[in-house]
């Protein structure tokens, strides 16, 4: 799929449920003030939309194609008979929705306790992966979309960026270099330190 490619619009019928092959996948509502809310972004390995294909509703969110990307579509009436034929694998969707909860709660919690530097580092963190003696983070997407998922404006993610080269963060060809694992965690932990010392 193209960037900017829709999948499926909010509140339409649950028809197929995706896997992401390889790219990045945007989550979102429109809101009455004809805002868009980014709830959530996907990349590859990640699911999205088995909960409303099993409930038989519609979709509670749209979703468009972040970049350019690659995704497996399973059909609601495949994996409706991969449920009967292999009971085991209900397991296995209850463990991804559990995951999904947690995720949200987790962004939840981000929005309400961290600071935006801090929600950051931890999104760099999340979506890093190993490459040679450090991790690597490619952004493939627009930096206004990250910053609306992140809940900051698109000025204060290019200041956060260039504050957290003090914390190991090296812009590089095609992304984003962690060359101190150690410093970005424990800025992404400060605040949760803090708040513990002082509820003592």
């Given at each position: 799929?193209?960037?900017?490619?829709?999948?499926?619009?909010?509140?339409?019928p649950a028809r197929s449920c995706f896997v992401v092959m390889n790219g990045w996948v945007?989550?979102?509502?429109?809101?009455?003030?004809?805002?868009?809310?980014?709830?959530r972004m996907h990349t590859r390995g990640e699911a999205f939309a088995f909960a409303d294909?099993?409930?038989?509703?519609?979709?509670?969110?749209?979703?468009?194609?972040?970049?350019?990307?690659?995704?497996?579509?399973?059909?609601?009436?495949?994996?409706?008979?991969?449920?009967?034929?292999?009971?085991?694998?209900?397991?296995?969707?209850?463990?991804?929705?559990?995951?999904?909860?947690?995720?949200?709660?987790?962004?939840?919690?981000?929005?309400?306790?961290?600071?935006?530097?801090?929600?950051?580092?931890?999104?760099?963190?999340?979506?890093?992966?190993?490459?040679?003696?450090?991790?690597?983070?490619?952004?493939?997407?627009?930096?206004?979309?990250?910053?609306?998922?992140?809940?900051?404006?698109?000025?204060?993610?290019?200041?956060?960026?260039?504050?957290?080269?003090?914390?190991?963060?090296?812009?590089?060809?095609?992304?984003?270099?962690?060359?101190?694992?150690?410093?970005?965690?424990?800025?992404?932990?400060?605040?949760?330190?803090?708040?513990?010392?002082?509820?003592?």
């Amino acid at each position: 799929m193209e960037r900017g490619e829709g999948i499926f619009l909010h509140q339409t019928p649950a028809r197929s449920c995706f896997v992401v092959m390889n790219g990045w996948v945007k989550l979102y509502r429109i809101l009455d003030s004809g805002d868009e809310a980014v709830l959530r972004m996907h990349t590859r390995g990640e699911a999205f939309a088995f909960a409303d294909v099993l409930r038989r509703g519609d979709h509670q969110y749209g979703a468009d194609a972040a970049s350019e990307c690659l995704l497996l579509e399973i059909p609601a009436d495949a994996l409706r008979q991969v449920l009967n034929d292999d009971p085991a694998f209900g397991a296995i969707l209850l463990s991804h929705s559990f995951e999904q909860i947690d995720a949200l709660s987790d962004q939840i919690e981000a929005l309400k306790c961290q600071s935006g530097i801090q929600r950051v580092a931890a999104f760099l963190r999340y979506h890093a992966r190993p490459k040679g003696n450090h991790l690597f983070v490619t952004l493939p997407y627009e930096k206004v979309l990250m910053a609306a998922y992140l809940g900051i404006k698109p000025e204060s993610l290019s200041r956060a960026l260039a504050k957290l080269r003090q914390h190991g963060v090296v812009a590089v060809d095609g992304g984003l270099e962690i060359t101190d694992q150690g410093a970005l965690d424990e800025l992404i932990a400060s605040r949760a330190v803090e708040r513990r010392m002082a509820a003592r």
